[in-house]
């Protein structure tokens, strides 16, 4: 097996401090390929560097285990003194390609891929707070996020209060308790659409000392870097667009590597950890605390790990990402505009079409365009809703989103059934709307479809 990337800059840290780099090797890989190259290179590139007669794509190591010559070497790498792979439940190579791809691709220090989108999410957080701790979060969240947040998390003693995204910084501000330990938002809210305001947000968090961790799921690295508009950790379900063909559930969680974890807020990361013989997670890996021990506690302890074959496909879907990603938001715009101007279409909702959305697309965004998701409301009942989704052809009703087949929700009565009337309008979700993950179709076809099942309903 080759070698499998490691950030550049963890490893440029590493060569310039040789005192340390024992303890940093733990997790640092080797160099690798290029962080000159240019983001659609590094989808196709990135991560994965063969040598001569090693297999050009990154291959499927379907082993739990790995092999060593002597009891000191699986003793160093056991006590987080050395890097290497010991089970797939904590690190397998080819999993260690999709994290090393996506790490370049948002610009990261480390990264760690997950068994799903939640269980990235779960990661990141539980890795920050314990029993008694706080977290401050939108309200417009995946329905799955909120239910984590809001009611399963609440159970192992972690609070969580919710805010309206573009509620002015003093009323958020209003929020933080001397126990919140972070802020969470999502780039593109799941279904609200709303596009993050990330000064706002990583100002909040910055005054109060606390990271600030995005979602991206909806945007991918393609559109935006949320660690360069301040935030500190990137979440992803990467079941969504990084798969792109709906085949496979997994996620991944970024670290930027740019959060003082050092104030006295988190002492877990500043003081021995008993379970791998008083590690000090900020001593020992300056720059990447978080993600090592995320890995080293969370994955080792609850197993939300990523099989190598899912690692694959992902890896697979990130070297089509800057192909896919344009011809989603090119039809899922052009979509947009036809329902916009149907008589039995009483909203629409694209990130691109209102000014606010557009501003934040400008700001924020590495490419002026919207992803792939649109949301409308349908003048009428639920019975009109009903006949609508009956009468596609082209697009089929799925609670997927995101993948290269157009498909069709209704939220109200399906992601967000567990939520009542006020939470359903909180997380941007009303009774009339449908939900469109637009594929990347031929747009006629899918215009026509719409075209025929509106008539119909
Ligand atoms: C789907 C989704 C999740 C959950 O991901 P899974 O892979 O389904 O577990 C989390 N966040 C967002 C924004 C999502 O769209």
Not at 64 to 88: C, E, P, W
Not at 424 to 432: R, S, V, Y
Request: net charge positive.
């Amino acid at each position: 097996m080759s070698r499998i990337a490691a950030s550049p800059k963890r490893a440029k840290k590493a060569a310039a401090n040789k005192k340390t780099s024992q303890k940093t090797a733990a997790a640092a890989a080797p160099e690798t390929a290029a962080p000159h190259l240019s983001f659609d290179t590094l989808c196709i590139q990135g991560g994965y560097d063969p040598k001569v007669s090693e297999p050009r794509i990154l291959p499927i190591v379907q082993s739990t285990t790995y092999k060593y010559d002597d009891i000191d070497h699986v003793n160093r790498i056991m006590t987080l003194q050395a890097f290497g792979h010991k089970y797939s439940r904590t690190s397998n190579p080819t999993v260690a390609g999709f994290e090393a791809r996506m790490n370049l691709l948002e610009g990261g220090a480390a990264a760690v891929a997950t068994a799903s989108g939640q269980a990235a999410n779960l990661l990141a957080v539980v890795s920050i707070v314990r029993a008694g701790d706080h977290i401050l979060s939108t309200s417009q969240l995946y329905g799955g996020t909120f239910t984590l947040f809001n009611a399963t998390l609440k159970k192992f003693g972690i609070e969580a209060s919710f805010f309206d995204p573009d509620a002015p910084k003093a009323e958020i501000e209003k929020l933080i308790r001397p126990k919140t330990r972070l802020i969470f938002g999502e780039t593109i809210g799941n279904p609200g659409l709303a596009i993050l305001d990330f000064d706002k947000l990583a100002g909040i968090a910055r005054k109060h000392g606390i990271p600030f961790i995005v979602d991206n799921s909806l945007a991918t690295a393609w559109l935006c870097q949320p660690l360069r508009h301040g935030a500190n950790i990137v979440t992803y379900s990467a079941t969504k667009y990084i798969d792109g063909h709906a085949t496979s559930i997994g996620g991944a969680v970024i670290d930027g590597g740019n959060f003082d974890w050092t104030d006295g807020k988190f002492p877990d990361f500043t003081t021995p950890d008993p379970t791998y013989n008083g590690v000090i997670y900020t001593e020992s890996f300056p720059q990447t605390a978080f993600l090592i021990k995320a890995r080293a506690q969370f994955l080792r302890d609850f197993g939300g790990c990523l099989s190598p074959m899912n690692a694959f496909l992902f890896n697979l879907g990130l070297e089509t990402l800057h192909l896919r990603m344009p011809r989603h938001g090119d039809n899922a715009h052009a979509l947009a505009d036809f329902l916009e101007k149907h008589p039995k279409v009483a909203w629409i909702n694209y990130p691109g079409l209102n000014a606010a959305g557009k501003k934040r697309i400008e700001k924020y965004f590495r490419h002026k365009n919207g992803s792939g998701i649109l949301t409308f409301g349908i003048k009428g009942d639920l019975d009109t809703v009903r006949r609508f989704v009956k009468h596609l052809k082209v697009a089929a009703l799925v609670v997927h989103i995101a993948d290269a087949r157009t498909g069709v929700l209704h939220p109200a009565t399906s992601t967000h059934a567990q939520l009542n009337e006020k939470q359903c309008l909180a997380a941007g979700i009303t009774p009339d709307m449908i939900r469109v993950s637009v594929g990347t179709e031929d747009i006629a076809d899918l215009i026509a479809d719409f075209d025929q099942a509106l008539d119909a309903a």
